[in-house]
């Protein structure tokens, strides 16, 4: 007779119930080991609604209190970017699983004092870069594991998006900009290519104009030169300033690897599905904005399609909870690669902002 596999039963509790903790919370409550589910959010009413929608057991406007439940142990964060820190802080001191959704924090004081109480707490912690988890980069990193590239000598990557969705984002909250918020999914998956290869010097420029003129304080594009460790150069570039009825319902990026023995080219545009509607295709990030013209595959999170979501964040959640039931080996960022991700972002601000070039690491 066989051994019975480990199992750990889940109690799990969602902090923040917006679009991306409601997401959470349905792949988390039909995941096999999760016995319970809270849902806590500033608004009780939104926490209600999606506690009832998927059926979790409590719903609290009380963030602490929900943390702390004696059926939990396990936390997800889903704030907005400059409400992390706390709930972070709360749920490690007790000694739970936390994931938290990109970025870490928006300052590096914050993301180190969650690195300390990280290594003083008896719980762990991972970060929400759902892109390690969409098929074209899990290749991508698979052919560099397999050295079929050879060294890589350089990168390039850029991610394009409409200024419909950055005034969304700054509207949140004016830390949150395209670079560190959003090209620090590239910055990501350039450390997860190339782990033992870090970025030591950073130059960048910025150009302003239509996001300003709005009267947000981020530029419409962003170049990046990076510098690794051996000297591979890495090219990023990234644009929120497309027209609002720009057809992508989230990024459209691609990326270019280049070897001494080979090369990988990754389109990302999402081009394989375009959908035209006079009725209206409503955006996944902008409540009331719609499109005519979409490209159906570009929402970063996944999509929901025959009664159930897919998509990357669907897979990275699941490959989550797999691992705290069962010890199961999971992608997902750790702490120490989410604050270097943010170290590298806030460089190449810094850089724009100085004219100069940045030396990393700064501290």
Known sequence: ????????????????????????????????????????????????????????QLATADTQAAIAHPSVNTVIVSTGEHEHVEPVLQALELGKAVLVEKPLALSLDDADRILGALACSKGSLRVGYSRRFKRCYLLAKEQIAQGRLGNIVGLSARIYNSRAQVFQ?????????????????????????????????????????????????????????????????VNLAVSFALPAKYPSLGYSGRMEILGSEGVHLIDDDHLDQLLYTDR????????????????????????????????PLASETRSWLDHLATGRACALTTAREARDNLEITLAIEAAVASGKTGRLPAR
């Open 169 to 233: 984002m700054l509207d949140r909250n004016p830390g949150a900009t395209p670079v560190v918020d959003s090209l620090t999914y590239y910055i990501d998956m350039l450390g997860w290519f190339l782990d033992a290869n870090p970025v030591v010097e950073v130059w960048a420029r910025g150009k302003a104009g239509i996001i300003r003129a709005a009267g947000y304080d981020c530029d419409d594009v962003t170049y990046a030169v990076l510098t690794l460790a051996d000297g591979a150069l």
């Open 1 to 56: 007779m066989h051994e019975k596999l480990p199992r750990t039963e889940l109690g799990v509790a969602i902090i923040g119930a917006g679009r991306i903790g409601a997401l959470r919370a349905q792949l988390a409550v039909n995941h096999p080991a999760v016995r319970f589910l809270a849902l806590a959010d500033v608004d009780a009413a939104r926490a209600q609604a999606v506690a009832d929608k998927c059926g979790a």
């Open 280 to 311: 209206g295709i409503p955006h996944i990030y902008v409540p009331g904005h719609t499109v005519n013209m979409a490209f159906l595959s570009s929402s970063a999170p996944g999509d929901w399609a025959a009664g159930d979501f897919w998509g």
